[in-house]
């Protein structure tokens, strides 16, 4: 089971909705992160938090709207994304920001642009 | 421009053999190294690190080896589990920086 809790698992929104992934983790960590990851494609670095505060953002378009509300929770909020936006979604957290410290990942949003 | 390159797409061993996955680099400011584990529809699971000041890390049926010198590690899985069967991500990055940088990912079969 993993430590790290993302939600929904799967969701299919159209170009014109709003929607939001959430993650949820309780391990104490204080750097959480966002990566997208396509078919047969290693996972992609979008944003870092550390200590609640955006401190690495990957040029990622502005219709990825991250969001630390607390240091257990992390959103993404999506707004008229593209087909190509379509992608594996993985939240991950560690105890500190460095590479140092492992990421520990959750299972992932799976989500589909019609 | 491709900085952790795993140029192995797919792995096949038999069962109680060793396994090992390779990894090079090549941006000289990674000083962290990681293997991750990913089962289909899971995410990837930590397995092992190692950092620029040691050569070698063990924990139990996993060793990572480094080679600064050829920016190369390598991962050895011994004895191979049918189990073991995932693609496998070798990831870099900075100890003090939180950007981590993956392979391409390598998928290992174990039979039976």
């Known amino acids: 089971d993993t430590e790290v809790t993302q939600t929904p698992k799967h969701l299919v929104m159209g170009m014109t909705n709003k929607k939001s992934l959430k993650c949820e983790q309780h391990m104490g960590h204080r750097a959480m992160y966002w990566y997208k990851q396509k078919a047969k494609k290693p996972p992609e670095l979008m944003f870092v938090y550390s200590y609640e505060k955006l401190s690495i953002n990957e040029s990622v378009p502005s219709r990825f709207s991250p969001e630390c509300p607390n240091s257990s929770l992390l959103n993404l909020h999506l707004h008229a994304l593209q087909p190509e936006d379509s992608a594996l979604y993985l939240c991950?957290?560690?105890?500190?920001?460095?590479?140092?410290?492992?990421?520990?990942f959750g299972d992932g949003t799976r989500l589909s642009i019609l | 421009d491709q900085q952790v390159k795993q140029n192995s797409p797919s792995l096949s061993v038999q069962e109680g053999r060793i396994s090992i996955l390779n990894c090079d680099y090549t941006?000289?400011?990674?000083?962290?190294f990681l293997w991750y584990k990913k089962y289909p529809a899971e995410g990837p699971t930590f397995l092992i690190s190692?950092?620029?000041?040691?050569d070698k890390n063990e924990d139990g049926r996993f060793t990572v080896f480094l080679n600064k010198s050829a920016k190369h590690l390598s991962l050895h899985i011994v004895p191979s589990q049918p189990g073991d069967s995932a693609v496998y991500f070798c990831?870099?990055?900075?100890?003090?920086?939180?950007?981590?940088?993956f392979g391409q990912g390598t998928i290992l079969t174990v039979h039976p």
């Open positions: 941006n000289s400011m990674f000083d962290y």
């Open positions: 991950a957290s560690s105890r500190g920001p460095g590479a140092g410290q492992p990421q520990h």
């Open positions: 190692i950092s620029s000041i040691k």
């Open positions: 990831a870099a990055g900075g100890t003090s920086y939180g950007k981590l940088t």
